[in-house]
Nanobody, 122 residues
Framework: QLQLVESGGGLVQPGGSLRLSCAAS????????IGWFRQAPGKEREGVSL????????SYADSVKGRFTVSRHNSNNTVYLQMDNLKPEDTAIYYC???????????????WGQGTQVTVSS
């Protein structure tokens, strides 16, 4: 059974960068669509990015487009989210998820990580 673990979150100043990791175990990530989602306090979960086929296909929310980049290392069964030029409004818990359909809808993602906190503050 597929399990996902996020890491790489932390505290960063506005304009700084972080790279989040989503490490899989139990099964290969290769067949799956990988979504990154985030949830800020008091707000609904929102999609950040979608990726499949070693990032040959990738989509980004308007709020992060041009600043965030998703990539995949099949050799270690890990997907990454590179976050540059971070803003305070990026503060949230970030989750990775695996599913079978290239869609922003959470219902298509069957496997979720535990989340990692990203805080952007001066």
């Amino acid at each position: 059974q597929l399990q996902l673990v996020e890491s790489g979150g932390g505290l960063v100043q506005p304009g700084g960068s972080l790279r989040l990791s989503c490490a899989a175990s139990g099964s290969s990530l290769e067949p799956y669509v990988i979504g990154w989602f985030r949830q800020a306090p008091g707000k609904e979960r929102e999609g950040v990015s979608l990726e499949k086929s070693s990032a040959h296909f990738a989509s980004y929310a308007d709020s992060v487009k041009g600043r965030f980049t998703v990539s995949r290392h099949n050799s270690n069964n890990t997907v990454y989210l590179q976050m540059d030029n971070l803003k305070p409004e990026d503060t949230a818990i970030y989750y990775c998820a695996a599913g079978t359909t290239y869609s922003w809808a959470s219902k298509w993602f069957n496997y979720w990580g535990q989340g990692t906190q990203v805080t952007v503050s001066s």
